[in-house]
Every structure is written in C-alpha cells, then in structure tokens.
C-alpha cells in the first residue's frame, strides 16, 4: 500500500456547470469549482460564522467524462492527490 502525504478530501456544493475544455494538444478535460462551507460558533459573540473556500477541480480522461454530469448545486465529495 502506497501513503500519500498529498491526499486531499473535500465535500460541498458545484458552483456552476461543468465546463468542457480542450488543450492545443487535442486533450479534453473538465473544469468544476467546488464550494465547500465551514461554519463555527464565535466563543467571543456567540454568533455562527461562516466561511467559503473556493476550489477548482480539473478532470482528465475517464473523470472528466463523468464530472460533465454535474451541475450547479449539486453536492460532491472528491478525494484525491497530485499522483492520481
């Protein structure tokens, strides 16, 4: 079993639709942004806060063709590394 220190997992809502690209090289792959919200009670006020990271998520090959499915406000989990 390989250990990967670069592994990443991220869970939240699309931005927008899925769009499809090509590189010069004829090469298609799939661009996504990711959303994933973080909410926390302030010790200080009490008040909930709440915080949006954005992430952009590219398919090659295989995944590529499966992440064009996906929509805006669709909830996602992705997991991966630089060496998938």
Do not use: C
């Not at 927008?16 to 926390?40: C, E, F, H, I, M």
């Not at 010790?43 to 915080?51: L, N």
């Not at 063709?65 to 909830?75: P, T």
Request: a positive charge; hydrophobic letters at 35%.
């Amino acid at each position: 079993m390989k250990l990967s220190t670069n592994e990443v997992a991220l869970i939240g809502f699309v931005g927008g639709d899925a769009q499809a690209k090509q590189t010069r090289n004829k090469t298609n792959y799939t661009v996504v942004n990711l959303a994933p919200n973080d909410s926390w009670k302030d010790k200080q006020t009490g008040e909930w806060q709440k915080r949006t990271q954005w992430h952009r998520l590219v398919g090659w090959g295989r995944v590529a063709e499966s992440m064009l499915s996906l929509g805006k406000g669709v909830f996602i989990q992705v997991r991966g590394s630089d060496d998938a």
